[in-house]
């Protein structure tokens, strides 16, 4: 085929996915927050509140699109273009599978297998902070800016700690591409333990990824990390005077960069789309399993054991497509790449989990607290980590 | 028959560019009264250079253009850090940012 | 084909964004317009095959040094120059065309070296992967990287004296 063609393709479904699951991360988090909190969350829109992310997504559209009088005009509209366009190029370099061949044409689960892949995505996160320090500066109003040059300052320094706990895993396999990343982390130690970057080098890089992961949240502006867009305390940071589409463009840009970190996670102390136990014992079944049992708990809690009157029809049909779905994980011909696909997918999706549990827990750090933390505690951390990994790699491998 | 393009660029087109970015990094340098903007104009300058060396290094095949470039990057770090530094400092003595007011070495 | 377009495109934009940095009158909308020259730059060097050295150029340079330059125009609020209070019209007259007498000098000795020689294709730009730069910056440029580490320790040592509040 085309190659063009087949690329636009690609470029198309994977756009449609991602800015679709953005949307749905948005009532993850809503449900998730509101469960730990003991509430339900958003359940009057649709079955279980599904059809929220359209509904706000309607209403944010519709909005008046209001640009304030006082406000620096082309660098206040500037600002979320630049915080989105940024945010949604990464996904072009993050592979969700193997090289698989559906219709007779062979091609990568990747929109492009750059050989700087990693670089690409730190450019990428590096960039993101214009969005929010013009979005701070230009609004005219002293919260925003406050919020915006705090935010911004939060983002270049823990950008350094993310780059060294990148820097760790790579001494191993030798290679910028997110492809050979995952490529390099194939085998089991011992037979069936994974040999995916947390349990390499005898557990050592397991510091890499809770360095990683600190970092990750506080590039992201997400909770414990979040003063500067905290509704209690500057009103709403850099992005007070956004209204509208504006507002979801940043709303939009947070989520993915949240998604592009937990997809760089995954691939690079994950094992990415590697299951983690040998086929032989198995691991190409559990996918199937997972969703097969699924279904049954649906189904069983729609028909038999029925709680809620207005779950009669709505659980009954989830349960229908759970098994459907693991009926699909069975079919052979699809089996390589749903396969890894879901087990890339689990892994992601447990991180931003994680993601979404801290939010509902912990308090937030105040602001010289977390700079201190910065350049206290996590830049020697990952230097002292880089240097022990690197020294074992020289000596030993 | 429309003009057929030519395959590639040829490499003076890029040194062209590179002579252009100079040009204007000079012209800015002189011809800007805002401290902050006369060290952006360096900047240029200093990027003008580097696509030069990049543009040789693909020339001669080797990479030691890009060592180059790569050491200009890190010596332009070096002196961004310093002189904005100063120009905090001289901003927080004169209170003016423009360059002919900082003409006396007495305050 | 491609490569032509791709060049002709990014160098337009490098050398507008240039001029338009220079004419700014706010130093935010110069700042950009330098980020915006930096982008470009990165782009041509990806066209001739220097991968690490556009991503350095963007993380570093885009990323970082720019990121530098804009808190400062934002901490310091410099807002647009007041016109200049001194004009002068033989630097008027003189200045614009002796600059585009030094343009036209640098490309006539640009053309006369190098009118005939290479072309640059995308893809043929080797060596200029992670690899090949890393491997010769840790052999053959091992002295310049490390007295580069002991600059940037200087340089971080002289802000962080030059930026500190008075100890009274």
Known sequence: ?397 | MPPQLPDGVPLFAYLLVSAVLFVLGVAGFLFRKNLITVFMSIELMLNAVNLSFVAFSYRWGKVDGHLFTFFVMVVAAAEAAVGLAIILTVFKNRSTLIVDDVDSLKL | MLDAALFSLFAFIAIACGIVMVTQKHPIASALSLIGVMGSLAILYLLLGAAFIAAAQLIVYAGAIMVLFLFVIMLLNAGQEPPARRTSLLAKLLGIPLLIVLTGALSFVVMLAFGHGTVVKFGTGTPGSAEDVGRALFTTYLLPFEITSVLVLIAILGAVVLARKEMD
């Open chain 1, 1 to 397: 085929m085309n190659f063009f063609l087949l690329s636009l393709l690609k470029l198309g479904l994977v756009a449609f996915v991602f800015l679709t699951a953005l949307a749905y991360l948005q009532w993850i988090e809503r449900k998730v927050i509101a469960h730990v909190q003991v509430r339900v969350g958003p359940n009057r829109v649709g079955p279980h509140g599904l059809l929220q992310p359209l509904v706000d997504t309607i209403k944010l559209l519709t909005k008046e699109d209001l640009v304030p009088s006082y406000v620096n005009r082309f660098f206040y509209l500037l600002a979320p273009v630049l915080s989105v366009s940024t945010a949604l190029v990464s996904i072009a370099v993050i592979p969700f599978g193997p090289e698989i061949e559906i219709f007779g044409i062979r091609t990568y689960m990747q929109l492009t297998d750059l050989n700087i892949g990693v670089l690409v995505l730190l450019a990428a996160s590096g960039l993101g902070v214009y969005g929010v320090a013009l979005a701070g500066w230009s609004s005219n109003n002293k919260y925003a800016l406050l919020g915006g040059l705090r935010a911004s300052a939060q983002m270049i320094s823990y950008e350094l700690p993310l780059a060294l706990a990148i820097a760790t895993p790579l001494l191993l396999y030798n290679t910028l591409s997110l492809r050979g990343i995952v490529e390099a982390q194939q085998g089991y130690f011992f037979g069936f333990l994974a040999r995916w970057g947390v349990f390499s080098l005898f557990g050592l890089l397991f510091i890499a990824f809770i360095i990683f992961l600190i970092c990750a949240f506080a590039e992201t502006n997400r909770i414990p990390f979040d003063l500067p867009e905290a509704e209690n305390e500057l009103v709403a940071g850099f992005h007070t005077e956004y209204s509208s589409m504006k507002f979801a463009a940043f709303f939009m840009a947070e989520y993915a960069n949240m998604v592009n970190i937990c997809c760089l996670a995954t691939h690079l102390f994950l094992g990415g789309w590697l299951p983690p136990f040998p086929a032989a014992y198995g691991s190409q079944y559990i996918p199937a399993l997972v969703f097969a049992a699924g279904g049954a708990l649906c189904l069983f809690h729609g028909t038999v054991n029925l709680y809620r009157a207005r779950d009669k029809y709505t659980l009954p049909a989830f349960g229908v497509v759970f098994l459907l779905i693991a009926g699909l994980h069975l079919a052979p011909p699809l089996m390589p790449v749903l396969v890894p696909l879901f087990w890339f997918l689990a892994k992601t999706g447990f991180l931003l989990f994680v993601y979404i549990w801290v939010r509902a827990t912990l308090p937030r750090f105040r602001y010289d607290q977390l700079m201190h933390f910065a350049w206290g505690w996590m830049f020697p951390v990952s230097i002292v980590n880089l240097f022990a990994v690197g020294l074992l790699v020289a000596l030993f491998f």
